[in-house]
Structure formats: structure tokens, C-alpha cells
């Protein structure tokens, strides 16, 4: 755990849309919308289902679990608020949404198309916190 002082991970931009998923993610929980019209799941959230139209969802807790679909090596530009290099990951979750996230704890060598990967949930400033993935150990 880490000290609020050594925090330096800059705070999410939180919009009308998005408040609900922040929200659960200061509280360890990963959430995506689920639409009341057709019942897919979605992320980023949004107003509008991009299948049904329907402007009705609700917001469903997720198991945190997937695997890297794909991902990017940041070296620069380098912001002091990051380690780096960063692993920018696109991670497709087990219940079929993809979302944009930070590989940590892990080699840059490790990384892989297909690593199985699970959610962590790192302070920001502000008191408020983002979902970021580490490697998962398959077959425990
Ligand atoms: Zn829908």
C-alpha cells in the first residue's frame, strides 16, 4: 500500500458518462455498462448503446480477468508522474469488452499478445483510483 504522499499518478478526467465507472474503481471495483435494451456490455461508457440505440443501462461488476489483445511500449514522451518504460495494454476482459490500461510489475519482455492478465487498482492524486492489470498465473 502505497503512502498518499508518494502518489503521483495524475487523477482520471471524470465526466457524466464515466462517473459511475469511477466511482467503483476508487472502491477495487471494475464495472462496464450493460444495456437495458439488448443486454450487451460496453466500455468507455456512453450514453447511447452502439447496438440498440437504447439510452437505458446499467452498471454490472466484472471479474477483472483477460488477456493482452494488444499493446504499445511508451518510452516518450516521458511524464514524471510515470515509470517508464509504460505498458499501454488493450485488454480484452473475459466477459467480452476490451479496456485500455497500464501493464504494471511486469518485464517489457514478458509482454505478449495473449498474456492473461488481472485487474489491480492504483491510487491516484485526488483520492481517486484507475484500473491497471498485472500478469495472471494461469491453472491456480
Ligand atoms: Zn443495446
Keep these: ?27 477495487g471495483r ?6 437495458a435494451g439488448c443486454g450487451r456490455l460496453r466500455h468507455p461508457p456512453r450514453p447511447m448503446c452502439p447496438y440498440c440505440h437504447s439510452t437505458e443501462q446499467t452498471m454490472v461488476e466484472l471479474a477483472g480477468t483477460g488477456v493482452v489483445y494488444s499493446y504499445s511500449i511508451l518510452h516518450h514522451p516521458q511524464n514524471p508522474a510515470f515509470t517508464y518504460p509504460v505498458l499501454a495494454v488493450l485488454v480484452e476482459l473475459d466477459e467480452g469488452v476490451r479496456i485500455l490500461s497500464n501493464l504494471v510489475g511486469t518485464d517489457p519482455g514478458a509482454i505478449a499478445i495473449g498474456l492473461p492478465v488481472e485487474v489491480r487498482f492504483e491510487p491516484t492524486v ?15
Excluded: H, K
Design 30 to 35: 471494475l464495472v462496464a455498462q450493460q444495456c
Design 126 to 140: 485526488d483520492g481517486m483510483a484507475v484500473p491497471v492489470f498485472v500478469r495472471r498465473e494461469v491453472g491456480r
Design 1 to 27: 500500500m502505497s503512502n498518499q504522499a508518494d502518489v503521483r499518478r495524475p487523477a482520471p478526467i471524470v465526466t457524466e458518462d464515466s462517473s459511475a465507472f469511477w466511482q467503483a474503481a476508487a472502491e
